[in-house]
């Protein structure tokens, strides 16, 4: 599959359909991504921190920030160790503004209005990315210690798909 569809798949699984990409990624470029939506779970994780109450969901939310923070941490190591620099990209550029409206989103929420929401953004969010980053970017990646990073986070980023769908059930979120 060519680059430019992964980042079309990614975009319009996050973003919805109107969203388009046109240019192949490199390595770099496809670090920087996937860096990038690890930051914004990170976000995510700190607004439902903030606003939840629900045990399960909070609960969720610091292991996204656990996890998520220790593997953007390997990654910030992996870029020193090859001495290179991530690219931004359109991608990265279309995730933060996508982020952006979905925290708004989820701001204007409380209660178990955002504690659905939240629990179906971070499904749907590990279904995107687990899939993207499994079909896509690790055949893709030609840098062997980054595709070593990519399989190890997502097999974490399954776990936490697992986990989500398991959370969205019990908040029985209709």
Do not use: W
């Amino acid at each position: 599959m060519k680059h430019a569809l992964i980042t079309s798949i990614l975009i319009a699984g996050l973003m919805g359909p109107t969203a388009q990409a046109e240019e192949a990624m490199n390595d770099l470029e496809i670090a920087h991504s996937a860096y990038t939506a690890g930051q914004i779970d990170i976000r995510y994780a700190h607004l439902a921190l903030a606003v939840s109450e629900n045990t399960e969901v909070r609960s969720f939310a610091q292991t996204m920030l656990s996890d998520h923070s220790a593997l953007n941490a390997a990654a910030g190591g992996l870029i020193t160790e090859l001495h290179v620099t991530p690219q931004d990209n359109k991608l990265s550029q279309a995730l933060i503004r996508g982020a952006a409206a979905k925290r708004a989103e989820l701001m204007a929420l409380s209660g178990k209005a955002f504690d659905c929401a939240y629990a179906q953004n971070e499904l749907g969010y590990h279904q995107i990315v687990n899939k993207t980053v499994e079909e896509n970017f690790i055949p893709a990646v030609t840098v062997a210690p980054l595709k070593e990073l990519l399989q190890e986070a997502l097999a974490t980023f399954k776990v936490h798909e697992g986990h989500a769908e398991v959370m969205v059930d019990g908040l029985q979120c209709g």
